[in-house]
């Protein structure tokens, strides 16, 4: 479905930024696998491979717009196209606004906001006409959601900016859709304390987390053939959720 075609997954060290590079894979991409470090990318790199595609790693601080112009200049050296870009790294700082510090604010909207500007604006300049970009939000940014007002704005500004790129690119036939996953079981939710998850769950009417392959199969789709009239859309994955 995806032969030929050259993704990059940021944050794909773990959890859904994983799943979703190795569901690409399976389908056939190539695939650049970023992370803020060396962490468990090496490994996925050499699952992947193991599926006779190509993965290589690119370790850059989504954070800070030299790194981002860095990382492409690395990714040069093995592809000169990215087709498929998924801007999935992002980050929690969890905390009510009376008690929310500069500090959380500040570095959660310099991953989740400035790292979308770092990496898209880099990337641009290597994705041919036909490319799709698809970045992942949240509910709690389309319905905002208590404890996070920094990551809530800054989800609903993932939103905002894809909705601005399918009015910048569709003339280039590049799509640009958000997904907006409810609660979706990774190391990012194991450390939501077990009661406030509970009554969380009651909010699903299956009363059941989803997995990391729910949103994975998602992104295939959207970045596929199948998806190419899909653009500008916020498409959410939370259950039925009843925010
Ligand atoms: P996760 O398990 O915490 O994984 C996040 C990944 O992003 C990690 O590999 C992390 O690297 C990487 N990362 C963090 N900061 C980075 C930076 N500055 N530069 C590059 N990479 C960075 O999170 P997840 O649950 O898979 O979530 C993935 C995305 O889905 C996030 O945008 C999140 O907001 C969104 N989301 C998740 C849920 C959910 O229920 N899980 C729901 C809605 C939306 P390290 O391993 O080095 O920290």
Not at 119 to 144: A, H, Q, R, Y
Not at 178 to 203: C, Y
Request: proline share 2%; charged share 20%; with cysteine.
């Amino acid at each position: 479905m995806l032969k030929r075609k050259t993704a990059l997954v940021t944050g794909s060290g773990r959890g859904i930024g994983k799943a979703i590079a190795l569901d690409l894979a399976r389908n056939g991409a190539n695939i650049i696998l970023n992370d803020i470090e060396v962490t468990t990318a090496e490994e996925t790199a050499k699952e992947i491979n193991a599926l006779g595609v190509t993965a290589h790693t690119a370790f850059a601080d989504i954070s800070d717009f030299d790194s981002c112009v860095k990382m492409i200049e690395e990714i040069k050296a093995h592809t000169d196209h990215i087709d498929i870009l998924v801007n999935n790294a992002g980050i929690l700082l969890d905390n009510t606004i009376a008690k929310m510090s500069s500090e959380e604010w500040n570095k959660v909207i310099n991953v989740n906001v400035n790292g979308l500007f770092n990496v898209t604006k880099n990337v641009l300049e290597v994705m041919p006409d036909g490319g799709s970009i698809i970045n992942i939000s949240s509910v709690s940014g389309v319905c905002g959601n208590y404890g996070q007002v920094n990551y809530a704005t800054s989800k609903a500004g993932v939103v905002g900016f894809t909705k601005t790129l399918n009015k910048e690119l569709g003339r280039r036939n590049i799509t640009a859709n958000a997904i907006a996953p409810g609660f979706i079981k990774t190391e990012m939710t194991d450390k939501v304390p077990q009661d406030i998850l509970e009554r969380m769950l009651l909010l699903v009417p299956s009363r059941k987390m989803g997995t990391v392959d729910d949103i994975a199969g998602m992104v295939t789709f959207l970045a596929s053939d199948k998806g190419r009239y899909i653009s500008g859309q916020c498409i959410r994955i939370d259950g039925g959720l009843m925010f």
